[in-house]
């Protein structure tokens, strides 16, 4: 999904891209790649293993750079009009309120005039065997460790701050994983809790029977929120 957001970006017209919340730097790879050699992309994360991996697998991508930061610390050309797009795809939702509004904030302050935000992350997951599944692992609401972004109040945000062309959508999605192994893992590094010793162990099963398919692959439903505004 992450790579199907970019396309609607134009990313190949533009020439100095940031990903915030890069992770391991899949993503900016890609980008660089569309930029091309004359362009760059400066991928900044807040873990240091991630930002270490990322810049061990990617020293063969010359116009990328990696950097452990965030929206709040300082990073190349953070306080000019600098970049064409500032850019992330499944961070944002780790953000409270009030880092969401530093996060806008900074974007517009780096972006050049005409310059653009996009946002891809989870929207409120819907009432499904996925979200009671993850509280049932966490022991708390969903919510309580993920602040998600709602349509209304990310529109507002960036209207506030001086967007122009806001534009919020709301997108139903799946993502197949291809083992339950592989779902596990995912499972784990958002919740700190294994899989399978999940406290009600009927709704495990539950999950299991609806979610895994013949292939064995594994369906997670949920929503995705795209948001995107321009610098004028």
């Not at 708390?140 to 529109?155: L, M, T």
């Not at 197949?176 to 162990?201: C, G, H, R």
Request: net charge positive.
């Amino acid at each position: 999904m992450g790579c199907r957001f970019l396309e609607t970006l134009n990313i190949k017209l533009v020439k100095k891209v940031l990903d915030m919340g890069c992770g391991t730097g899949e993503l900016t790879k890609y980008i660089a790649e569309k930029v091309g050699n004359l362009g760059e992309v400066v991928g900044i994360d807040p873990d240091h293993a991630r930002v270490k991996l990322a810049q061990e697998n990617m020293k063969t991508v010359s116009n990328a750079s990696f950097l452990v930061g965030t929206s709040e610390s300082k990073f190349l050309n953070d306080n000019q009009d600098y970049y064409d797009i500032h850019f992330s795809n499944h961070a944002y939702h780790w953000l409270n309120n009030k880092d969401k509004a530093t996060y806008v904030k900074v974007a517009f302050r780096c972006l050049k005039q005409g310059g653009l935000i996009a946002i891809q992350c989870i929207a409120e997951l819907d009432d499904d065997i996925d979200k009671r599944l993850f509280e049932n692992a966490l022991g708390r609401p969903v919510s309580a460790k993920v602040h998600y972004a709602e349509e209304g109040s990310a529109r507002q945000l960036l209207s506030d701050v001086g967007f122009t062309e806001v534009d919020v959508k709301i997108i139903p999605s799946v993502t197949y994983y291809s083992s339950f192994q592989i779902f596990a893992d995912s499972f784990l590094a958002i919740t700190k809790t294994n899989i399978n010793d999940v406290p009600n162990k009927e709704l495990l099963t539950e999950f299991k029977l609806k979610a895994i398919e013949k292939d064995g692959r594994v369906k997670s439903k949920y929503n995705l929120v795209q948001i995107k505004g321009r610098k004028r």
